[in-house]
Nanobody
């Protein structure tokens, strides 16, 4: 059983940066595609970014492209979401998720395991 834990959320002013981390206990995270999703109050959970097992293939939602960077360090079995140029509309609970597949996907139903989420707040 893969147990994912996110960290790094917090409150940051508009234009600021945060880095979220996602670690796994149990099976190695290296075997999984890692996706990042977010959910704002009253809204559906939406795709943010994903990175393949080797870290060389990445995908982004249009709303974060150019501001967020997803990457991973397989030596320490951790995936990251670097968020720069944060905006109030980025305020949400951010989740990491793991997928055993081989193709990156934005479909949250394809992800097998989920973390508990970490809050990111950007005041307007």
């Amino acid at each position: 059983q893969v147990h994912l834990v996110e960290s790094g959320g917090g409150l940051v002013q508009a234009g600021g940066s945060l880095r979220l981390s996602c670690m796994s206990s149990g099976p190695s995270l290296d075997d999984f595609i890692v996706g990042w999703f977010r959910q704002a109050p009253g809204k559906e959970r939406e795709f943010v970014a994903a990175v393949g097992q080797a870290g060389t293939v990445r995908e982004y939602a249009e709303s974060v492209r150019g501001r967020f960077t997803v990457y991973r360090n397989n030596v320490v079995e951790t995936a990251y979401l670097q968020m720069d140029g944060l905006k109030p509309e980025d305020t949400a609970v951010y989740y990491c998720a793991a997928d055993r597949g081989v193709m990156l996907t934005q479909d949250k139903a394809r992800y097998d395991y989920w973390g508990q989420g970490t809050q990111v707040t950007v005041p307007s």
